[in-house]
């Protein structure tokens, strides 16, 4: 890596760091500032005494103006500390470090079959265009775009309920601490094969559709002709030529992938029963726990621009003609 590069990657770093400051400051707000907050619930008991919910409030720090309490919480997450959750009293890092880890392992096994699947098929369908396989594939691809997310976990869950072939419900079987290091990891990957194929099969058509698409708008290309005219061997073309031009816009998509994912497994998490992200952040919007909702939305956000930094570096990487000044700009 070249030292205009590392410049690079420290300007983008300098200006990730920017939009996550103003994201936080945006999210807090409309957070703060919608109607009700996690007491709303304890409120209407009659039986909790309005000594206690002002204590309450004064101990989570509602009696004090919105920038006040965002310092506050701004100030303790430079130090990592990003507070404790408002009903339960426990510390949000611990609870986001313990769900995250299967959330993630879910999102990079859908973006690595996703992008494996989706990737040859596109390149397949434009070397073959408009054959037999080919439109029988843009046909299923459209169909798979068209079906909601939770229709079709929906019906992988009544086809595994059906078959008792995978596990639903739960990250590990009871056994776990039992089995070897290898079967440990056999046992996970069971447990994720079905989250896993309701993404992969919704996100591989899109992709394989984008990468058909750019690859055959390429193969239309001059430069292209007259590789062939020149006798080159069609696979190189196909594969150092045409593919090489082809693959950028995708490259940068996969910024947008990795938060994409982290999204659309919330939802998968929740119909499989994943101790995941999903259900904890999901909860914690229903009881306006701010802490917990700030936690999710900020690895989001910096999953997003690290994502983006990454297809910057990888685009100049697959590409060398491209130039750091263009990407600047972009």
Not at 69 to 77: D, V
Not at 79 to 93: D, H, I, M, T
Not at 209 to 220: A, F, H, I, N, S
């Amino acid at each position: 890596m070249g030292r205009d590069t590392l410049a690079f990657a420290a300007k983008r770093f300098l200006q990730a760091l920017v939009v996550i400051f103003l994201v936080s400051i945006q999210s807090f707000l409309l957070l703060k500032l919608s109607p009700g907050d996690c007491l709303a619930d304890i409120k209407l008991s009659p039986n909790v005494p309005r000594a206690f919910l002002a204590a309450e409030r004064e101990r989570l720090g509602f009696d004090r103006p919105i920038w006040e309490q965002y310092g506050r919480w701004f100030g303790s997450a430079l130090q990592g500390n990003l507070g404790r959750s408002c009903q339960g009293n426990a510390p949000v890092l611990p609870l986001i470090a313990q769900r995250a880890g299967v959330t993630v392992l879910l999102s990079v096994l859908t973006l690595f079959t996703t992008w494996a699947i989706g990737i040859p098929l596109g390149i397949y369908c434009a070397v073959r265009q408009n054959t037999t396989t080919d439109r029988l594939i843009q046909v299923i691809s459209y169909f798979l775009q068209g079906i909601p997310s939770f229709v079709f976990a929906i019906l992988v869950l009544r086809f595994a309920q059906s078959t008792s072939l995978f596990p639903v419900g739960g990250f590990t079987s009871i056994d776990f601490g039992d089995l070897p290091w290898w079967g440990q990891i056999l046992d996970i990957l069971h447990h994720l094969a079905l989250p896993t194929l309701t993404l992969t099969v919704l996100g591989f058509a899109g992709l394989q559709r984008l990468m058909r698409g750019k690859l055959l708008d390429v193969l239309q290309q001059d430069y292209v002709r007259t590789a062939r005219a020149k006798g080159l061997p069609e696979y190189r073309v196909i594969y150092v030529h045409a593919l090489r031009n082809a693959i950028n816009p995708l490259v940068t998509l996969l910024g947008f992938e990795l938060a994409g994912l982290l999204g659309g497994s919330f939802i998968t998490e929740f119909f499989f029963g994943l101790p995941g992200l999903g259900r904890l952040l999901l909860d914690a919007v229903r009881q306006k726990d701010v802490n917990l909702v700030m936690a999710g939305l900020m690895m989001g956000t910096i999953l997003l621009v690290l994502g983006n930094l990454v297809a910057d570096v990888l685009l100049k990487w697959v590409d060398p003609r491209i130039q750091l000044e263009d990407l600047n700009r972009t």
